[in-house]
């Protein structure tokens, strides 16, 4: 049983996580192509990537409760309240996302605050403030893609996800280079193509729910269903908030230990950010199967099948076992190649492929963690496994990397092991409240 339910999950977390793939790649061939140029340019954009990663995963957390919800509401054949949630939802994260841009576009000039090298502050201001108004429609993007991933139909947003990587690309030849005519912009270039790219595929799967007849059912009881309602819009929040706190504080931990490393230098920074693209690339996986899981276990919530919720985790945490040593292993033995695949510095080179020992390490911990987070969710248990995480990774991974890192001098390794620190607490935290909410023994 455990095997069928674990192929069942993967079947529906393929598209997902192909998805989840195509979105981190953006990020990986604008780090690329955009280091090509300058090592501090990578900076750049790397400092910018941290600073606004906090506020961009709590947005991304807020589009969760939109699937969650909708998923419990198709378990249980309620083809008008998965409409209801689906408005409800989609407001709540338009409002979301507006106000998170807003704050990012007034918080801009902050950057000159933190410490980090003028150049690099400098080329990295401008790139904010596009990728800043770029996140309106990535979330409502991912909006729509919670919507139709909580019906279980994932295959149009993974279409879109891939359509974006060579779009992208070309938008970055043509801007970042100054190709065909069109002026060099470098880092800024990279922020239009951003902005284009993620703009075009949120109108297109817009169109697509509202006029395929897969949603057709959806979309027909709109009449009746979309109304603002405080109650649902609680039941989101109930869901959406701790979410966000949970994303949103793993990413912070990363984010102000990139900050911090940043003080350090633009070396360090620079390989910082390449360690962390590689291990946020992998770590993508575990996020589609953690959704996945998530899903299919709030679609039994719902239908009120507590056995197959047990099942279905236990067999989702066996495979993101497997998954979290095969990224160690690959890790391990190609540390020294993937640095040179951002920068041909050779001190970035040796300090990422350092790194990327760190980020082997803690595989297995960051890819049950997120399943363990999914799980719980899917059960509509957040408020104590948000404490946790907070505990996990700021209580205790911050503080350990800060005096390792800082106080002891061991520099960015020093940090990472914190980080590893957190994120193995994070995991056992998680897990075991699994565990004992749905008392399997």
Known sequence: MLRTEAKRTLALAFPIVIGEIAQMALHLIDAAMVGAISYKQLAASALVLNAMNIPFVIGI???????????????????????????????????????????????????????????????????????????????????????????????????????ALPLNVFLNWLLIFGNAGFPRLELVGAGWSTLITRSIICLILGIVIFRNRQFRPYIAVGKTQWKFKSKTIYELLHIGIPSSLQIGMEAGAFAVSGIIIGTLGAVPQAAHQIALSCASFTFMVSMGLAQAGSIRVSNAFGANERQKIIVIGKSTLATALLYGILCAIGFTLFRNILPTLFNDNQAVIETAAGLLLCAAVFQISDSTQAIGAGLLRGIKDVKLPTILVGIAYWVVGLPVGYLLGIHFGWGPYGIWIGLIAGLTLASVFLISRFLSQTRIR
């Open 61 to 163: 957390g807020m589009t969760i409760s939109v699937s969650q919800m909708v998923s419990l509401a198709h378990g249980k054949r309620d083809r008008q309240l998965v409409s209801h949630y689906f408005f409800n939802g989609f407001i709540l994260c338009a409002v979301t996302a507006l106000v998170i841009a807003g704050l990012l576009l007034w918080g801009t000039p902050f950057l000159e605050s933190l410490g980090q090298d003028p150049e690099v502050v400098r080329l990295a201001i401008p790139f904010m403030k596009l990728m800043a108004i770029s996140i309106v429609p990535m979330l409502l993007f991912m909006t729509l893609k919670q919507f139709a991933d909580g019906l279980q139909f994932t295959k149009m947003a993974m279409a879109l996800s891939l359509l």
